[in-house]
């Protein structure tokens, strides 16, 4: 405004008034990037940060209004919606609250191929195009496959605003209990994560593997399949137990013992398993458990 002012007096444009003014500093609360993610109950939450939230453009309302020559007023979104939206889009997704600031890039590699599978991660979300073929990723329990499919799901509705959801098969089978206590069909429960451009399934495979539960798992990855949505998986099951103990660095603790006896294939058994394949790329995590290599330090450092 006072800019604006200053030109019409002195009849000057004044085009290097904006070069003169310092670079402006990146948000320190928020490192620039316009949103904070923290945990919140039993979940992970995101909030517009305040250097957003106080946008100049538009007062905060996330649009602004401009006249045309005809005289009419249009709307149009500011450029710090789409961080509301993406904020939307992260508090809808339900990660657990201990994954709240996870990302890739800080997914320690302790060994095994953990480095390898990190780097297939940020580029497979550096070339994400929606619909693309999903991920399984297998390996024993402390290997680090939640940070990972936390992770990938935050940068995928953070950064690219895409609508996601987190799910452990577990914690799906009760709520289908506790649908039908309450007249609730099973499909009302499954049906709301077909519309997810990016559904991710924890724990496939654990639990007891009833009939009931191998037809929900069907069901439910039979209509991801049919709708060619992304769906990654994970997974304590491997294809060969003998193989995801070995090579799991076992210099950080006593050489392990095979925590898995039977296969990923024996739990979902062959029809899943082999849809399994025709939706995801399958990729075994190797490494030590940092869960038990934390607890050793812990003993040590008594
Ligand atoms: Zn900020
Ligand atoms: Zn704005």
Redesign the pocket.
């Known amino acids: 405004m006072s800019r604006e002012s200053e030109t019409r007096r002195t009849g000057e444009k004044q085009p290097r008034r904006r070069r003169e003014k310092a670079p402006t500093e990146p948000c320190r609360r928020c490192g620039g990037l316009g949103y904070r993610t923290f945990p919140s109950d039993d979940l992970a939450a995101a909030a517009v940060c305040e250097c ?1 939230s106080a ?10 209004t401009e006249r045309d020559d005809g005289g009419y007023l249009w709307v149009r979104p ?4 789409s961080v509301q939206q993406r904020v939307s889009r992260f508090n809808a997704v339900h990660l657990p609250a201990r994954y709240a600031d996870k990302n890739i890039e800080g997914y320690r590699h302790l060994g095994g191929n953990q480095n390898e599978i990190k780097y297939l991660l940020l580029n497979y979300r550096k070339n994400y195009a929606p619909g693309q073929r999903g991920m399984l990723l297998m390996g024993d329990p402390g290997t680090g496959k939640t940070h990972l499919l936390t992770a990938l799901l935050a940068y995928l509705s953070l950064e690219l605003g895409l609508s996601c959801r987190y799910i452990d098969f577990m914690s799906l089978l009760s709520k289908i209990k506790e649908g039908y206590n309450q007249g609730k069909s099973e499909a009302a429960i499954i049906g709301p994560l077909l519309g997810f451009q990016v559904l991710a399934v924890d724990e496939l495979g654990k639990g007891r593997s009833t009939d009931w539960e191998v037809a929900v798992l069907d069901d439910l990855i039979s209509r991801r399949y049919n709708t060619n949505s992304t769906t990654f998986f994970a997974t304590n099951f491997g294809d060969d137990p003998t193989q995801l103990a070995g090579e799991s660095g076992a210099s950080y603790y006593q050489p392990r013992q095979a925590t898995v006896q039977v296969t990923l294939e024996d739990r979902v058994g062959p029809r899943i398993y082999s849809r399994l394949h025709d939706m995801c790329d399958f990729h075994v995590v190797r490494g030590p458990d940092y869960r038990r290599r934390d607890l050793a330090r812990t003993r040590k450092s008594r």
């Open positions: 957003i946008c100049a453009l538009c007062n905060g309302e996330g649009h602004t500011c450029k710090c919606a």
